[in-house]
């Protein structure tokens, strides 16, 4: 079934456009790693194959926010245990705050989610063991008026895709396929798994 890299091509395609967009698939979370040897989970919130961008959401205060601003090279990995397949992406980012598209986001959010970034930032210390939600909205759903102070700490990650690497586990053995982005076209080549 996967016999052509066309047809791993269109795998991976529709594998992450599904993703973004159905919480229940395995690779709707994804694994970030920065430059600085940190990786952590995020959800996938869009893949866009046509200008080759995966997006996620986050705090502006995270540290990886800080760390991509200094050196935007990232790896994204997904794997899909029941489809046996792993995809690992290999791209920059950049963060955004403001513009169309962290507008867009933080508008299409409920309530109750944005909520999120009205506490601490990530990672900041605390003395007992907190959620770092103000008390208040613990639970909470805040309305639109307590929402504005949240907005400048919600930030879109932009990743741009280089290079894709897709792998297959099968018992009449493995299949790995590599695609680099060249001029707005992936060229793709078969590689032993
Ligand atoms: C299932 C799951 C989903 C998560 N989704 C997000 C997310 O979409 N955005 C985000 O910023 N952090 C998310 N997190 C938290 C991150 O993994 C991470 O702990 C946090 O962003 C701080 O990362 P940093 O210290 O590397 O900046 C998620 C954690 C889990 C366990």
């Known amino acids: 079934m996967f016999d052509t890299l066309d047809a791993v091509r ?3 395609i529709r594998r992450l456009e599904r993703a973004a967009t159905d919480r229940h698939l395995p690779m709707h979370l ?3 790693a920065t430059s600085d040897a ?4 995020l959800v996938l919130r869009a893949f866009d194959a046509e200008d080759w961008t995966l997006r996620f959401h ?3 205060r995270s540290p990886k926010c800080d760390v991509i601003r200094a050196d935007p090279r990232v790896g994204v990995l997904f794997y899909d245990r029941s489809a046996k397949v792993q995809i690992r992406i290999k791209g920059v980012a950049r963060i955004e705050t403001e513009g169309p598209i962290a507008d ?3 508008e299409a959010g409920t309530n109750f989610a944005r909520r999120c970034y009205l506490g601490e930032g990530p990672g900041t210390r605390s003395t007992q063991m907190t959620s770092g939600l103000p008390p208040q909205f613990e639970g909470i759903e805040p309305t639109d008026d307590e929402l504005v102070p949240a907005r400048p700490n919600f930030a879109v990650i932009i990743a741009d895709l280089q290079e894709v690497d897709w792998f297959f586990l099968s018992h009449a053995g493995h299949r790995r396929a590599q695609f680099t982005l060249a001029d707005g076209a992936l060229q793709g ?5």
């Open 189 to 193: 080549r078969w590689l032993a798994p």
């Open 10 to 12: 269109d795998d991976f």
């Open 104 to 106: 867009a986001a933080w």
């Open 58 to 60: 986050t705090d502006n």
């Open 38 to 41: 940190d990786a952590r989970v």
């Open 30 to 32: 994804a694994t970030l």
